[in-house]
């Protein structure tokens, strides 16, 4: 089982970083074969130890070596193959709010980014090194949270061009924090944008269109739900989760997942995470 951390950055933070993830594993010796599933969101990796051997999608003949110790990963909406990990494994993750990644480091429209993986060196440069090899020295995840806050405080510091506000940001986080359970609609109109112009926006900052990206965190949350409750029944947790139907949820899963969701769960699920939340992540968040 994995053991998964999770603590909040500073507050000054919150409007770019979700949150901070502390990942340890073992595979102990043998193959362990990870399913790249739909995720709504883009995360920065350090490998502080053990890296994986390589991620490979058989059906767009996509494959990338695990060469890499700093990996950007874009937001995925697709399953995206699979990935070989073998060895034990210490990651640092950092969890970016919807567009966080887009205005911390001022780049083009974001789905360029969308179901690959990157070696952060050209976001980075030799900071990331740095930043790894203080993380790396870090005794226990709040000591992480320190080095990483003063990182991207100075990587603040540092922009050269600002973001005007059209409202994005918050609706982006509201939608998180609804689970993707929301009327898209509304918040094109309280943006006073056009559903056209909205989409773009949003597409633009975030990665993804914004149906797209409310049906994945729903899914996600799906699969969190399931992997904490193993007993329930699928027509119950498409209920749940105000489906309209159990093939609605199915066409999500084959969609999201690469299959039905009893398949994927029998033949390639998630492995388990026991959550562990530090005492800072129920302090008030401040977008």
């Known amino acids: ?19 901070y993830r502390l990942r340890t594993f073992s595979t102990h010796g043998m193959d362990l074969l990870v399913p790249w599933y739909a995720i709504p969101e883009t995360e920065l990796i350090l490998f502080l130890q053990g890296r994986p051997i390589w991620c490979k ?8 070596e695990g060469d890499h110790d700093i990996a950007v ?20 993750e950092i969890i970016f709010m919807p567009n966080g990644f887009h205005r911390l480091f001022s780049l083009p429209p ?12 050209a976001y980075l440069g030799t900071t990331g090194k740095l930043l790894r090899e203080e993380l790396q020295e870090a005794p226990n995840i709040s000591a992480m949270r320190l080095v990483a806050d003063k990182f991207f405080r100075s990587r603040l510091s ?50 993804t269109t914004p149906k797209l990206f409310c049906r994945m965190l729903r899914f996600n949350k799906v699969i969190q739900y399931k ?54 992540c129920k302090q008030k968040r401040v977008i």
């Not at 500073?10 to 970083?17: G, M, R, S």
């Not at 974001?110 to 060196?121: G, S, T």
């Not at 027509?235 to 084959?254: E, G, N, P």
């Open 1 to 19: 089982m994995i053991e998964h951390l999770r603590i909040l950055p500073a507050p000054d933070l919150a409007a770019y970083i979700y949150y």
């Open 57 to 64: 999608d058989e059906a767009t003949g996509y494959y990338v």
């Open 73 to 92: 990963l874009g937001l995925s909406d697709r399953f995206n193959g699979m990935m070989l990990l073998n060895g034990s494994y210490l990651q640092f």
């Open 110 to 121: 974001l789905p360029e980014l969308a179901n690959r993986i990157f070696n952060a060196d």
């Open 158 to 207: 540092k922009r050269t061009t600002g973001h005007g506000y059209d409202g994005i940001a918050k609706i982006s986080s509201n939608m998180l924090q609804l689970n993707g359970m929301v009327n898209i609609s509304y918040y094109a109109r309280e943006a006073n944008m056009s559903m056209r112009n909205f989409e773009r926006r949003f597409s633009q900052q975030v990665g």
């Open 227 to 280: 992997l904490s409750n193993p007993s329930s029944v699928w027509s119950d947790i498409a209920s749940r989760f105000h489906y309209h139907d159990t093939m609605h949820l199915v066409r999500d899963f084959k969609d999201f997942a690469g299959s039905a969701p009893a398949l994927f769960f029998n033949t390639t699920p998630p492995p388990r995470e026991n959550y562990i939340y530090y005492k800072s």
